[in-house]
């Protein structure tokens, strides 16, 4: 596998086309994958191919980054012919595209009844639609080879509904359902070989939660400490806890596997409060 040799061979010789790919989680996991073995695509709307780049020369092997939008098909399709030409094949998906909008979110300034509905219809597109229309596209490469995996990206507050975000809170509830739609249609009107899944992390420090989770002084905000004390693990998830479920659910190991949604959360979906 290139300049550096895989951990293990979990993921050897499979394709795998990650959306999302330059993102925090997107990038994680392709690394992750490619020392299990596998030669990665990273999609995204924004330098793809730098990541991609870097990729290459930090563990070597062909792996791509190629420019395209999760609610654009035509992109999609473009994205899937290119894959086929130079890697030949797709054996694994991951839904990575996804996140959150201000504008859609209730707090201080904006109550519920003042979120437009152009704010509800983005965050939906994003992360509903832009796990479909991929499944779509790729799933098909998937059909016509008869076995393959599909790993979404849902959500605890698909599990458990959170305060204020309201937008994404039901568009990953949709992920959720969809997954387990999608993991039946595939298994009994194509192939049993085909498998979807989905995790679903619970609160990770990120770019875009870090400011409600943490004050200026680095000090945990009066809602960081609220989820900490509803995680009975008592800590924030760290990008490792969720590489190794994301390996086990695309790799061999979970090939009885399919319409399950893994929560990683350090307790929280198991937690009352009491």
Same mark, same amino acid.
């Given at each position: @596998?290139?300049?550096?040799?895989?951990?293990?061979?979990?993921?050897?010789?499979?394709?795998?086309?990650?959306?999302?790919?330059?993102?925090?989680?997107?990038?994680?996991?392709?690394?992750?994958?490619? $020392?299990?073995?596998?030669?990665?695509?990273?999609?995204?709307?924004?330098?793809?191919?730098? =990541?991609?780049?870097?990729?290459?020369?930090?563990?070597?092997?062909?792996?791509?980054?190629?420019?395209?939008?999760?609610?654009?098909?035509?992109?999609?399709?473009?994205?899937?012919?290119?894959?086929?030409? $130079?890697?030949? $094949?797709?054996?694994?998906?991951?839904?990575?595209?996804?996140?959150?909008?201000?504008?859609?979110?209730?707090? =201080?300034?904006?109550?519920?009844?003042?979120?437009?509905?152009?704010?509800?219809?983005?965050? =939906?597109?994003?992360?509903?639609?832009?796990?479909?229309?991929?499944? +779509?596209?790729?799933?098909?490469?998937?059909?016509?080879? +008869?076995?393959?995996?599909?790993?979404?990206?849902?959500?605890?507050?698909? /599990?458990?509904?959170?305060?204020? /975000?309201?937008?994404?809170?039901?568009?990953?509830?949709?992920?959720?359902?969809?997954?387990?739609?999608?993991?039946?249609? @595939?298994?009994?009107?194509?192939?049993?070989?085909?498998?979807?899944?989905?995790?679903?992390?619970?609160?990770?420090?990120? +770019? +875009?939660?870090?400011?409600?989770?943490?004050?200026?002084?680095?000090?945990?905000?009066?809602?960081? $400490?609220?989820?900490?004390?509803?995680?009975?693990?008592?800590?924030?998830?760290? @990008?490792?806890?969720?590489?190794?479920?994301?390996?086990?659910?695309?790799?061999?190991?979970?090939?009885?596997?399919?319409?399950?949604?893994?929560?990683?959360?350090?307790?929280?979906?198991?937690?009352?409060? /009491?």
């Amino acid at each position: @596998m290139g300049a550096n040799k895989p951990m293990s061979d979990t993921l050897h010789n499979k394709v795998a086309v990650i959306t999302g790919g330059t993102g925090t989680i997107g990038r994680a996991i392709a690394e992750s994958f490619i $020392q299990e073995g596998a030669t990665v695509v990273l999609l995204a709307r924004k330098n793809p191919d730098a =990541v991609a780049n870097e990729l290459r020369q930090q563990y070597g092997g062909d792996h791509i980054g190629i420019t395209a939008d999760v609610l654009d098909a035509k992109s999609l399709t473009h994205a899937h012919e290119t894959i086929r030409e $130079q890697l030949g $094949q797709i054996d694994i998906l991951v839904n990575g595209a996804g996140g959150n909008a201000a504008s859609a979110t209730v707090n =201080v300034d904006q109550s519920f009844f003042d979120i437009p509905a152009e704010a509800y219809q983005q965050v =939906v597109n994003l992360n509903f639609l832009g796990t479909l229309l991929p499944c +779509q596209v790729f799933g098909k490469a998937m059909v016509d080879q +008869q076995s393959g995996v599909i790993m979404n990206i849902a959500s605890m507050a698909a /599990v458990r509904p959170l305060t204020r /975000v309201i937008a994404y809170s039901a568009a990953k509830a949709a992920v959720t359902n969809f997954t387990q739609w999608l993991a039946v249609h @595939m298994a009994t009107e194509y192939s049993p070989n085909i498998r979807v899944n989905a995790i679903a992390p619970g609160f990770f420090v990120g +770019q +875009q939660n870090r400011k409600l989770l943490y004050d200026a002084d680095n000090q945990l905000s009066a809602r960081g $400490q609220q989820i900490i004390d509803h995680t009975p693990m008592g800590r924030f998830g760290e @990008m490792d806890d969720l590489l190794g479920v994301a390996s086990w659910l695309c790799g061999d190991g979970a090939k009885f596997i399919t319409g399950i949604v893994v929560p990683v959360d350090g307790g929280f979906s198991a937690f009352g409060g /009491v």
